[in-house]
């Protein structure tokens, strides 16, 4: 390892044997009682007079960011503090701390409170010890990391030296109790279900596949994890929610991870137009515990304030293009309009449901910045959907989009077993087409269904992008603790 480190690197770790060998080894300390916070020192003391300061013995721990001449600037998780040793009356100190005191080491300092002359409280250091020895050179501490993926790579160094990142991951966790909060409260049932699937359902999505070497057989990670919840619902559970990691072997960009968190909901007597003012409430109940309701998000103001609005997808693809597929009767025309307006049609896509879909994506989608409910999908994109009881060929689902972005996907659902058997038979046609994310055939959800699932609203919302959207990220990177990066060569 030594023969590989730089020269300031050797230095560091020379630093640390030498303090081994005088027996102030920071790796033998177990524990540490500090007595206050940056933030907490800062209140307790900054308006105190001098002599009321000497009274107090304080312990101090943080990282080192800062060094000039007798005075050490720390930083803990709620902000940062100023040390000063005196050389005059502790040199010993001094000397320990020229021979041994690095950037970015982290050290524990007691002493007591003082104010400088130029009006900083501070902390006059009696004793200090290195509690765990820096031994690589952190950024620079003005800029930090400024590369995005040396960011999510090396996220240790990124919350250390940007304190921005730290907000973003503080405001997630408070969006994430928020929610939680608002589904206890309205009665919900916090559960798990398997993220190990030997059948592949709830979504339409490319998986993870694993070999489960105790039961010899292959296994998928979970894509969603709806088929399990609506058969806690069949249990007689009457209101159930999950919150946690879902995975598709898909592509990585602004608003995908592989590996990615979301929350499904499902409540029984329900249909999706109550799951659609849940929607809206459980996001409008988030904003008001943020204190915020108006979003800068990738250069579009959004009013989240405002009620949200409503449009069916047919209706929206005409607004848009002028394209009425109410008046298209058959699959023909509708391959013709697709050809008209150069809509691109995989081998399973060559009939009217399948296309007034793309059409809805290539056209729509990117127009849809405030706040929009898009309703009624067409059957055929929706395997679990119950079907439209005035329209067959739709059924009643919404997604909301924001600033052109999924973030919830709903509907009625699906609870006629042998019609749920037929839609799964119409996927596994789409499959032999070439649809490698269609669904499965679920014998043991249809089983769940045969003993009866009553009307059911379901309901998914994609965690990560709506912090990306309360957060003003433009990048799930930036939202994501550790997210997947190609590995180093």
Known sequence: ???????????????????????????????????????????????????????????????????????????????????????????????????????????????????????????????????????????????????????????????????????????????????????????????????????????????????????????????????????????????????????????????????????????????????????????KFVCKTLNQWSFNWNGQTLDLAKPFKKVKMVDLICQVTGVNFDDVKDDQTAIALAKQHKVELKKHEQNKQHIINRFFEQFCEHTLIQPTFVTHYPKAVSPLAKQDPHNPEFTERFELFINTKELANAYSELNDPLEQRARFEQQLQEKRMGNDEASELDESFLDALSFGLPPTGGLGIGVDRLVMLLCECSSIRDVVFFPQLRELK
């Open 1 to 283: 390892m030594s023969d590989r480190l730089n020269d300031q690197a050797q230095n560091r770790l020379q630093k640390l044997l030498n303090l081994k060998q005088t027996g102030n080894d920071p790796y033998l300390i177990t524990k540490i009682e500090n007595t206050h916070s940056a933030a907490s020192f800062q209140k307790a003391f900054a308006n105190q007079s001098d002599a009321e300061l000497k009274q107090y013995q304080v312990i101090l721990t943080g990282r080192i960011i800062a060094l000039r001449q007798t005075f050490i600037i720390i930083q803990d998780f709620s902000g940062k503090m100023q040390l000063y040793i005196n050389k005059k009356t502790a040199p010993e100190l001094f000397e320990y701390f020229n021979n041994y005191i690095d950037l970015g080491d982290q050290i524990v300092a007691t002493g007591h409170p003082m104010m400088t002359k130029t009006g900083v409280l501070t902390l006059n250091v009696e004793r200090l010890q290195i509690v765990a020895k820096c031994l690589q050179t952190p950024p620079e501490k003005w800029h930090g990391l400024t590369d995005p993926e040396a960011r999510a790579r090396k996220r240790y160094l990124d919350l250390t030296y940007n304190r921005a990142q730290v907000e973003v991951f503080l405001k997630r966790t408070q969006i994430i109790t928020a929610i939680r909060t608002f589904l206890n409260e309205a009665g919900f049932l916090e559960v798990e279900t398997p993220i190990l699937q030997a059948v592949l359902g709830g979504a339409n999505a490319k998986p993870f596949k694993t070999h489960y070497n105790a039961l010899k057989g292959d296994f998928y990670l979970r894509i969603a994890n709806e088929i399990a919840l609506k058969k806690l619902i069949v249990g007689g559970l009457p209101k159930v929610y999950e919150m946690g990691r879902m995975f598709r072997n898909e592509g990585v960009d602004t608003t995908h991870n592989p590996e990615f968190t979301s929350i499904e909901m499902y409540q029984a007597n329900a249909d999706y137009a109550v799951m659609m003012d849940l929607t809206e409430n459980l996001i």
